[in-house]
């Protein structure tokens, strides 16, 4: 679609390079060392030496780097230390999870934030404006994981609505999402408190425009003008802020499994870091990092679309 | 008479104090007359124009006195009501083309909005009409404009834009809000010839509103002069420009820059 947007997508594939050699170095930077925490204190020297020529320990950072990325760019995730088994599969039996809860907490951005937004704006100054702007308010200024926390005890502990004990897919979909709905509400609500100060101000902004009054000269009813000519141009922001939310959500997840004892990437990750199990740690944070730079191009391409005055060249 | 307005007030209730932009303001208007509304900015023209529409938010100000269109008062009129007159029977254009479109719908789709508001005309029908008000509106290629966005045309194209959506179900006032203001100077004058060519064909009654008493006085049969919100002098164009009765239409006349000066020619007739 022109050149702009390869430009991006060459930057793209550039910043995932750079996360790729940032998270290598930095795993042979820190202390600690996977031989070690795999085979144990008791480990003889001849099995130390063993591990690390099987594992590819014994080259130089820089040789295991260059073998690392053609591995993976041919799809070939490497092995895990710790558990021995193709670093792919791990992280494939456990991203379904934590893909499902970035569904469920974007559903309930979506659920919350639009209506709300489009409320407040209705009567600015009213008193849904006002308790909305108060809500919005003290949710953003909360940390999801205190969030989650609060959540935790209001819902499972005090009211009893939830066993904070993991469900999964397997035990029915309908169980499954019931218990994602509460640790999905922790990453939602400060995103959606963000999302419905901006739309909020950003269709007062459009309301103000020269081209709302030409709309009611033609006959539009108030309804009709906000359809039909408020709406697209005030969801042209929004829409880019929560497509760049997408990957915030993706790491609000890590954090918030591990307060619901949700099996997720996020669990496996911090385990995997305790483990030194590098290989699993490196392919989380590059596909971690491939969605979050993923969905700020995709906000890149709906801003363009949206937008005519963005020149597509 | 098509139009009637008899003691039009518009009084600002939203500010510290209240604040009377328009003070009894009355003018009639036959079918196909042009009138041209003058004065300084803030003396109430541009917001004589927009309670005539039917703009000023009811929250915000107090509409008062009568404004009989074919009879009917539409001052008193419901939300509702109103909306039957908008853009059917009286249309409006602005003083900024630059912003009074949409910039993220497509000109077509502009300029047939009035039909899809007011009828139940199929989609090919509404183009064919838009395009033909694009043409009335001397828009070239009205066909290859139907699919662009306001960004891509000059400050003169889009005021034809508008001048086409306002146009599109031919209704019997227009009301133009200083419609030239924002454009160049030789725009402005091939938009006054278009502004006329609408009236002689069309039969289109046009309120002209302007700041500039040499256009107005091209344009229009007759001018009302206004000086903070109140009616100073009124009458036919040629003799309130050539014999002003008031001190204050001298000056509005004296402070006029001559355009023969300016540009070496004589006023555009």
Known sequence: MGKALLKRLALLLGTLLLVSVLAFTAFSVIPGDPTQAVLGMEATDQQIAAFRAKHGLDLPVWERYGRWLSAFVRGDFGQSFKYDKPVAELVISQIQVTLMLATVSFALILAISLPLGLIAARRPGGIVDRAVTVLTQVTMSVPNFIMGIGLMFVFALVLKWFRPEYVSLEQGLGPHLAFLVYPALAIALPKSAMTVKLLRGSILGELDQDYIRTAYSKGNSRGSALRRHVLRNAMIPVVTFLAMAIGDIMAGSIVVEQVFGIPGLGRMLISSIGNRDYPVVQAIVVLLAAVVVGCNFLADLLYRVMDPRIERT | ?269
């Not at chain 2, 009377?20 to 009138?35: H, N």
């Not at chain 2, 909306?83 to 719908?105: A, C, V, W």
């Not at chain 2, 820059?257 to 300016?262: A, E, I, M, Q």
């Open chain 2, 1 to 269: 008479m098509m139009l009637d307005v008899q003691e039009l007030s518009v009084a600002f209730t939203d500010r510290q104090e209240p604040f009377t932009a328009v003070d009894k303001f009355s003018l009639q208007m036959d079918r196909g007359e042009i009138v041209g509304i003058v004065g300084e900015s803030g003396s109430g023209k541009s917001m004589t124009a927009h309670a005539l529409m039917g703009l000023i938010p009811r929250s915000r100000a107090a509409v008062t006195g009568r404004a009989l269109f074919e009879g009917v008062d539409l001052l008193p009129l419901p939300r509702e009501a109103l909306r039957q007159y908008q853009g059917r029977d009286l249309s409006i254009i602005f003083q900024e083309p630059m912003t009074s479109l949409n910039p993220t719908m497509r000109i077509g789709k502009q300029v047939e909005e009035a039909l899809f508001i007011h009828g139940k005309l199929s989609p090919g029908e509404r183009k064919a009409k838009a395009l033909a008000a694009m043409e009335l509106a001397g828009l070239p290629d009205p066909e290859g404009l139907y699919r662009q966005y306001p960004h891509q045309l000059s400050g003169g194209m889009r005021q034809r834009v508008m001048i086409a959506a306002a146009l599109v179900l031919r209704p019997r006032l227009l009301i133009a809000d200083e419609p030239t203001t924002a454009l160049d100077v030789t725009i402005q004058a091939q938009i006054l010839d278009t502004l006329k060519d609408i009236n002689r064909q069309e039969g289109t009654a046009i309120l002209f509103i302007s700041h500039d008493l040499g256009v107005v006085k091209a344009l229009c049969s007759r001018v009302v002069v206004m000086k903070q919100g109140r009616i100073v002098e009124t009458g036919p164009a040629e003799q309130v420009f050539h014999h002003p009765r008031e001190d204050y239409t001298k000056l509005l006349i004296a402070s006029r820059p001559s355009r023969k000066k300016l540009r070496g020619g004589g006023e555009h007739e």
